[in-house]
């Protein structure tokens, strides 16, 4: 039995050989020409990938938006020329489908008549479902239109028949040259065609170069590819795309990838952190420390002159250390794109040439390692006291003088050639040995103490001259960029908002606090006879403290100032009668954008041989509404037969604040006899300190012209 099975076994299978072996073959042929099929279509799909194949794009600025093909906006497209004759379009084809885009229909129609035969469209080729097919075509676009024989660049704004070289044209102010994702589509391929709304031609990027340089700051140059990116400084690149816009903010960051040929995963809903991540990258594929020259150079200074040379810096400043921010604000990475504006001045100088203008015999090269502290580094300083006349600055009580350096770049402006920047910066006291360094910058009141328009210096050129003076106190500081904070879930669109008026009130802390130390609190809010004042009564068996904060809106609540004045009050030794003082506090100045605190202000009045020192505070909760801080200090003073009458009738009180003139150590140290600067950190919120953006809304607003950065963070 078992031999008969295996015997038929075996001739059923002798017998059916040929028919398995032909059925074999069929499949295998088969599975060859679907696997055929999908190469060709993967190959038509993604044309540009073919080397010397003649192609043509027309691009579009959000490719990562993908936008509904019939929104008025620009397409990507990307066109391949064939030698074979356009085969006509079969029954069934997507010709016929009537919820085709006329933008696509277009877009084919010139593609055709050009002699290309595949289109690639950003828009609608990408499979936006699938992540990794999107991070792929995001990391891949700058190569994509770089091998492409042409780019067409659809201007959906610009109408046919108008001149692009006259002033005011249609072509100069066009939208497509505002969108983040058309710097690397303007860049990158070689020949490039600029289409009106009605797909006629208005010139090449070659025919049109002045026009394009003029309004993109792009350089011939680099738009011609006469020279190679990496000719141009991480700043300048950075310059070129810092007034431009994108729907998502991680795409500022994705659409400059191309730009500095670096790959980085996209990962949609990071934020901010997309350009933090750009950055970090940069700085290790790329020796070039202009990324860290952000914001204003100090420019008031001759070609080449020692800084101790410098003009004064005006009168009327105080010591400021606080940029109310968190300390991403004060990174040595740029927090935005757009406070990147200026670096189109600054170029990059090689490690020799900085070892060579430093004149030392050797300096290591800078390595950037991540660690649990942040990024681990070493940089040259110069401390900041040695470069500036004596006595130029101000330095905060919170960081002393001591711990404020200029680190040396390696890179120059334009307007000082052959002088390194020094960047603004200081290293708060640490308990160990890892000492992080933050920015900060100079603060500079040329209008006097009353006023509230300042200039800022971030950066100063290190000529020969100065560093030749302060070689001596150069040294190598090993310091840690902190990693990013986490982010803010406080919408910053709320603090770019106008009061509409100004709401004062307690927090339970603050009460509970007063009560401790003995007071009653009443605050009374604004009535219709006092419209704008607050009233806050202290009452405890000692003293009476009435506070009356009056505020004031202008430029329809886009800027505010809050007055304070404070009366108190004291039962006599031996008598039924009181004494009283006034005091007024400096004056709260802001305008959108709204600083989370503004600082403290501190009165202080010596009444019946008590000293009484008052300190006040804002706090920004909401638009219209801010938290009243509010402490008290009472101190009894020995009593002398030479006690002054005048003491005792309390007619002596003290004022500190940002222009207080009085009690100068309760704001910082002063490094000799200071007129007119600022030093502005992080850590301490004085008085009347608005940052550059406030300073421009006040100044624009009224009329009045500021010398300013993008931001007065430190």
Same mark, same amino acid.
């Given at each position: 039995?078992?031999?008969?099975?295996?015997? !038929? +076994?075996? !001739?059923?299978?002798?017998?059916? *050989?040929?028919?398995?072996?032909?059925?074999?073959?069929?499949?295998?042929w088969?599975?060859?020409?679907?696997?055929?099929?999908?190469?060709?279509?993967?190959?038509?799909?993604?044309?540009?990938?073919?080397?010397?194949?003649?192609?043509?794009?027309?691009?579009e600025?959000?490719?990562?938006s993908?936008?509904?093909?019939?929104?008025?906006?620009?397409?990507?497209?990307?066109l391949?020329?064939s030698?074979?004759?356009?085969?006509?379009?079969?029954?069934?084809?997507?010709?016929?489908?009537?919820?085709?885009?006329?933008k696509?229909?277009e877009?084919?129609?010139?593609?055709?008549e *050009?002699?290309?035969? %595949?289109i690639?469209?950003?828009?609608c080729?990408?499979?936006?479902?699938s992540?990794?097919?999107?991070?792929?075509?995001?990391?891949?676009?700058?190569l994509?239109? &770089?091998?492409?024989?042409?780019?067409?660049?659809?201007?959906?704004?610009v109408?046919?028949?108008?001149d692009?070289?006259?002033?005011?044209?249609?072509?100069?102010?066009?939208?497509?040259?505002?969108?983040?994702w058309?710097?690397q589509?303007?860049?990158?391929?070689?020949?490039?065609?600029?289409?009106?709304?009605n797909?006629?031609?208005?010139?090449?990027?070659?025919?049109?170069?002045? #026009?394009?340089e003029?309004?993109?700051?792009?350089?011939?140059? *680099?738009?011609?590819?006469?020279?190679?990116?990496?000719?141009?400084?991480?700043a300048?690149?950075?310059?070129?795309a810092?007034?431009?816009?994108?729907?998502?903010?991680e795409?500022?960051?994705?659409?400059l990838? &191309?730009?500095?040929?670096?790959?980085?995963?996209?990962?949609?809903?990071?934020?901010?952190?997309?350009?933090?991540?750009?950055?970090?990258?940069?700085l290790?594929?790329v020796?070039?420390?202009?990324?860290?020259?952000?914001?204003?150079?100090?420019?008031?200074?001759?070609?080449?002159h020692?800084?101790?040379?410098?003009?004064?810096?005006?009168?009327?400043? @105080?010591?400021? @250390?606080g940029? $109310?921010?968190?300390?991403?604000?004060r990174?040595l990475?740029?927090?935005?794109?757009?406070?990147?504006? !200026?670096?189109?001045?600054?170029?990059?100088?090689?490690? +020799?040439?900085?070892?060579?203008?430093?004149?030392?015999?050797?300096?290591?090269a800078?390595?950037?390692?991540?660690?649990?502290?942040?990024?681990?580094?070493?940089?040259p300083? =110069?401390?900041?006291?040695?470069?500036?006349?004596? +006595?130029?600055?101000? /330095?905060?009580?919170?960081?002393?003088? @001591?711990?404020? %350096?200029?680190?040396?770049?390696?890179?120059?402006? =334009?307007?000082?050639?052959?002088?390194?920047? +020094?960047?603004?910066?200081?290293?708060?006291?640490?308990?160990?040995d890892?000492?992080?360094?933050?920015c900060?910058?100079?603060?500079? !009141?040329?209008?006097?103490p009353?006023?509230?328009? $300042?200039? /800022?210096?971030?950066?100063?050129?290190?000529?020969l001259?100065?560093?030749?003076?302060?070689?001596?106190?150069?040294?190598?500081?090993t310091? %840690?960029?902190?990693?990013?904070?986490?982010?803010?879930?406080?919408?910053?669109?709320?603090?770019?908002?106008?009061?509409?008026? #100004?709401?004062?009130?307690?927090?339970?802390?603050?009460?509970d606090?007063?009560?401790?130390?003995?007071?009653?609190v009443?605050?009374?809010?604004?009535?219709?006879?006092?419209?704008?004042?607050?009233?806050?009564?202290?009452?405890?068996?000692?003293?009476? =403290?009435?506070?009356? /904060?009056?505020?004031?809106?202008?430029?329809?609540?886009?800027?505010?100032?809050?007055k304070?004045r404070?009366? #108190?009050?004291?039962?006599?030794?031996?008598?039924?009668n009181?004494?009283t003082?006034?005091?007024?506090?400096?004056?709260?100045?802001?305008?959108?954008?709204?600083?989370?605190s503004?600082?403290?202000?501190?009165?202080?009045?010596?009444?019946?041989?008590?000293?009484?020192?008052v300190?006040?505070?804002?706090?920004?909760a909401?638009?219209?509404?801010?938290?009243?801080?509010?402490?008290?200090?009472t101190?009894?003073?020995?009593?002398t037969?030479s006690?002054?009458l005048?003491?005792?009738?309390?007619?002596?009180?003290?004022?500190s604040? *940002?222009?207080?003139?009085?009690?100068?150590?309760?704001?910082?140290?002063?490094?000799?006899?200071s007129?007119?600067?600022v030093?502005?950190?992080?850590?301490?919120a004085?008085?009347?300190?608005?940052? @550059?953006?406030?300073?421009?809304?006040?100044?624009?607003?009224?009329g009045?012209?500021?010398?300013?950065?993008?931001?007065?963070?430190?």
């Open positions: 039995m078992e031999e008969g099975i295996s015997a !038929n +076994g075996h !001739n059923a299978t002798s017998t059916s *050989a040929p028919r398995r072996l032909r059925d074999s073959l069929k499949r295998v088969q599975f060859l020409l679907l696997a055929f099929a999908r190469a060709l279509h993967f190959c038509i799909h993604l044309a540009g990938h073919w080397p010397g194949a003649k192609a043509s794009l027309l691009t600025p959000e490719p990562t993908f936008p509904d093909p019939l929104v008025e906006s620009a397409r990507t497209l990307s391949h020329r030698q074979l004759d356009d085969p006509p379009a079969p029954r069934g084809s997507v010709w016929d489908d009537p919820d085709l885009s006329q696509v229909r877009a084919c129609r010139v593609a055709r *050009a002699g290309y035969r %595949y690639w469209i950003d828009s080729c990408i499979d936006k479902t992540s990794s097919e999107l991070s792929e075509s995001i990391n891949s676009m700058y994509w239109y &770089g091998i492409a024989d042409e780019c067409y660049a659809y201007l959906a704004d109408p046919p028949g108008k692009p070289h006259s002033p005011g044209s249609e072509f100069r102010s066009s939208r497509w040259f505002t969108r983040g058309t710097l589509e303007l860049i990158a391929p070689p020949r490039m065609k600029f289409l009106s709304n797909w006629e031609v208005i010139g090449t990027k070659l025919t049109l170069v002045d #026009i394009v003029e309004v993109t700051t792009v350089p011939r140059e *680099a738009l011609l590819q006469l020279e190679p990116l990496e000719e141009f400084s991480v300048q690149r950075l310059s070129w810092a007034k431009r816009e994108t729907t998502r903010v795409d500022q960051a994705y659409s990838l &191309g730009i500095f040929d670096i790959n980085i995963p996209t990962l949609y809903g990071e934020g901010e952190r997309a350009f933090r991540r750009l950055q970090e990258e940069i290790r594929r020796p070039d420390q202009s990324l860290f020259a952000f914001k204003d150079v100090y420019m008031e200074i001759g070609v080449g020692d800084l101790a040379q410098c003009p004064p810096f005006g009168a009327g400043a @105080s010591a400021v @250390s940029t $109310y921010g968190n300390t991403s604000e990174s990475f740029a927090l935005r794109l757009d406070i990147l504006v !200026n670096g189109g001045e600054i170029r990059a100088v090689s490690h +020799g040439d900085v070892i060579r203008r430093l004149r030392l015999p050797y300096l290591p800078a390595q950037y390692t991540s660690t649990p502290h942040g990024i681990h580094t070493q940089l300083v =110069i401390p900041f006291a040695h470069t500036l006349p004596p +006595g130029a600055v101000w /330095y905060p009580t919170a960081i002393p003088q @001591s711990r404020w %350096y200029l680190v040396i770049l390696g890179c120059e402006h =334009i307007q000082h050639p052959g002088s390194l920047l +020094g960047r603004v910066c200081y290293i708060p006291p640490s308990e160990s890892v000492e992080y360094l933050y900060g910058c100079v603060r500079i !009141n040329p209008m006097g009353e006023e509230i328009y $300042y200039t /800022y210096a971030h950066l100063f050129p290190l000529s001259a100065t560093i030749e003076r302060c070689r001596e106190h150069m040294t190598l500081k310091v %840690y960029i902190s990693h990013p904070e986490r982010a803010s879930t406080q919408s910053d669109f709320a603090r770019r908002q106008p009061h509409a008026t #100004i709401n004062l009130s307690l927090q339970r802390m603050t009460r606090t007063l009560h401790t130390q003995g007071y009653a009443e605050l009374r809010s604004p009535d219709e006879d006092h419209p704008t004042l607050h009233r806050l009564t202290l009452s405890s068996d000692a003293q009476t =403290i009435v506070i009356k /904060y009056e505020h004031v809106l202008e430029d329809d609540g886009w800027w505010m100032m809050i304070a404070a009366t #108190i009050s004291r039962p006599t030794p031996d008598s039924d009181e004494i003082a006034e005091a007024e506090f400096t004056d709260w100045r802001d305008c959108a954008r709204w600083q989370p503004l600082g403290t202000r501190t009165a202080t009045s010596t009444l019946a041989a008590v000293t009484v020192k300190m006040l505070g804002l706090d920004w909401a638009p219209s509404h801010y938290f009243l801080r509010i402490n008290v200090v101190e009894m003073l020995p009593i037969p006690a002054s005048e003491t005792a009738q309390g007619r002596e009180h003290r004022v604040g *940002a222009s207080g003139q009085a009690d100068k150590q309760d704001i910082g140290t002063k490094a000799g006899t007129e007119g600067v030093l502005w950190t992080d850590d301490d004085l008085p009347g300190m608005l940052d @550059s953006d406030t300073a421009r809304g006040v100044g624009e607003e009224r009045m012209s500021t010398e300013r950065g993008d931001e007065a963070d430190g």
